[in-house]
């Protein structure tokens, strides 16, 4: 029986997985979108070989091709060949490393998803210059930094931020509903309302601002109505022309070299998610509002995952901080 289990091929261990995974999801839509990864890039080159048997080269060949092209793509199917072949090993059907693991694995010898081609390109703050960049926003004052810190924090749109109303925010149960339709928030009107977990660190934000007379937004410019999107930029810029002005090295995209910007944050977290943390890929989709693999798209409310994705907009709280641990697993109880 021992010797049948370390028999076990990518192909049969990936069925045996999947099917207990898209118990998960709530659509049919999403379980094939799921697995069609998978099927495609990764079963035609390595279904035959028995899992124990798999190892670095051969993750590699199926991840190379796509990596520069569909980054996307490919860090999806990395993060579910590493859910594979850990399931594998659980079972009883491999032992050793992982060889789809990111971290002192794969980084090694693979560019880093968010400074090559496919991905987001607007200019993001760098991993490594996060802390700093948030400490050098904390010295600042007004209601643009204020706002840029709550975006970074929420990995949300600018607009979302900007047009944000206190009619959203239930601090009591910490969460922020948007509905769809609403101005600037990239959320269809046939869409369904999208709910983000506010974390303490979001909600002490929001606790210490000051209110407009006669203003219901919580982001409000000095003469009344809503922010510019100009003048969070301009605090980005303030920022980096500052840390420059000090001898730094200022905050610049590691890939193109230029000026970090407002929606670059939602890249920089989508990077950390993929690159610094082991949480669910689809999890860090579901919190950037993107269709595309996610969950929220597919199964609308019933499955927005806000509990467990509270606890990863924690851990990115704390990553901005510079309080952050080297590596940070995904919580595997809390559900929505």
Do not use: C
């Amino acid at each position: 029986m021992a010797s049948a289990s370390r028999g076990m091929t990518l192909q049969a261990a990936w069925d045996k997985f999947a099917a207990e995974k898209i118990k998960e999801f709530s659509t049919d839509k999403y379980r094939q979108q799921w697995q069609r990864t998978v099927e495609i890039y990764a079963l035609p080159d390595l279904g035959r070989m028995a899992v124990q048997d798999i190892g670095l080269q051969d993750v590699l060949r199926v991840l190379t091709p796509l990596w520069d092209e569909k980054t996307v793509t490919a860090v999806k199917l990395r993060e579910r060949l590493e859910k594979v072949l850990a399931y594998a090993t659980v079972r009883g059907y491999r032992t050793g490393d992982n060889p789809a693991r990111w971290k002192g694995n794969l980084d090694m010898v693979l560019p880093a998803p968010g400074k090559v081609s496919g991905a987001e390109n607007y200019p993001a703050v760098a991993l490594d210059d996060v802390a700093r960049w948030w400490r050098a926003l904390q010295t600042r004052d007004g209601m643009s930094a204020k706002a840029l810190a709550f975006q970074a924090l929420t990995a949300a749109r600018s607009g979302a931020i900007r047009f944000a109303t206190w009619d959203e925010i239930d601090l009591e149960n910490r969460l922020w509903t948007i509905q769809p339709g609403r101005q600037s928030s990239k959320i269809a009107a046939r869409d369904s309302a999208k709910r983000i977990p506010l974390t303490d660190a979001m909600a002490a934000l929001l606790e210490g601002l000051g209110r407009l007379n006669g203003s219901n937004f919580v982001f409000w410019a000095p003469r009344g109505g809503a922010l510019s999107d100009a003048s969070m930029g301009k605090t980005m810029r303030m920022i980096h022309q500052a840390d420059l002005k000090a001898g730094g090295g200022g905050f610049a995209d590691a890939k193109t070299g230029l000026q970090a910007v407002p929606h670059g944050l939602r890249s920089t977290f989508r990077t950390w998610a993929a690159e610094r943390t082991s949480f669910d890929g689809d999890l860090a989709e579901v919190a950037l509002f993107h269709k595309v693999g996610s969950k929220v798209a597919q199964a609308y409310n019933r499955a927005d995952q806000v509990e467990r994705r509270r606890h990863m907009m924690s851990a990115w709280g704390d990553f901005l901080q510079g309080k952050a641990p080297a590596r940070i697993v995904q919580l595997q109880g809390a559900r929505a």
